[in-house]
């Protein structure tokens, strides 16, 4: 069983739509992570959620706690976003668990 | 400010080795953590630490252990290499527990 679940586990979209990936978890955190990677490994993190919402640049990242889900949207998508995007939490018990990303590719 | 960097970028041992990988975080930062990502298994938690002290585990065996060192640099150690052990191993690094992390290149490992 894993305890983080993301959707789509791959998506392809045309340059300029409107993307969005999913991801619900079982146990109770005390944060949530959003992180890309690109093809040769290099990980950046975008956010990290308790609540609410957070908006940088194209991207924006949503947690709703009491459904224990979060999502992440990337609006005007290029090519350049192409990438997996991996959603991460940290438990109550300080444990860190990753769901198994989303691979994203935009064509232009 | 620099970023993370990790020791060595690639590496290749035989079953039964053992290895020594090292991280050192960006400066000023306290916390590091340790990750392994194969394709089988995705990204899993290895260790966390901070301020010296190994705060949290992940499900590994004891084979796996790490420790940190006063100037918050960090190195990993694995005894008696399995060939499931290759993988890229990664570290990151962030101002308090569990804060954003910053990731290294990682260390790619090849147990043959």
């Known amino acids: 069983k894993n305890e983080v679940e993301q959707s789509p586990q791959n998506l392809t979209a045309q340059e300029g739509e409107f993307i969005t990936i999913n991801c619900s978890y079982s146990?109770?955190?005390?944060?949530l992570h959003w992180l890309q990677q690109h093809p040769g490994g290099g990980i950046v993190s975008l956010f990290m959620?308790?609540?609410g919402k957070k908006k940088h640049g194209r991207l924006i990242a949503t947690i709703n706690i009491q459904e224990k889900h979060s999502s992440l949207h990337i609006t005007a998508s290029h090519p350049r976003d192409s990438a997996v995007y991996i959603c991460a939490v940290v438990n109550t018990g300080n444990q860190f668990y990753f769901g198994t990303g989303t691979s994203l590719t935009v064509i232009p | 400010k620099a970023g993370v960097t990790q020791t060595p970028r690639y590496l290749i041992k035989t079953r039964g080795q053992q290895v020594t990988l090292s991280c050192s975080p960006i400066?000023?930062?306290?916390?590091v953590s340790w990750y392994q990502q194969t394709p089988g298994q995705g990204l899993q938690f290895l260790f966390e630490y901070f301020s010296e002290t190994q705060r949290n585990k992940g499900n590994f065996p004891g084979r796996f252990s790490g420790r940190q060192f006063s100037n918050s640099r960090s190195e990993m150690n694995v005894s008696t290499l399995e060939l499931g052990d290759s993988a890229l191993y990664l570290c990151?690094?962030?101002?308090?527990?569990?804060?954003?992390?910053?990731f290294g290149p990682g260390t790619r490992l090849l147990v043959l």
């Open positions: 959620l308790s609540s």
């Open positions: 400066s000023g930062h306290r916390s």
């Open positions: 990151a690094s962030s101002l308090e527990p569990w804060g954003t992390q910053y």
């Open positions: 146990v109770g955190i005390s944060a």
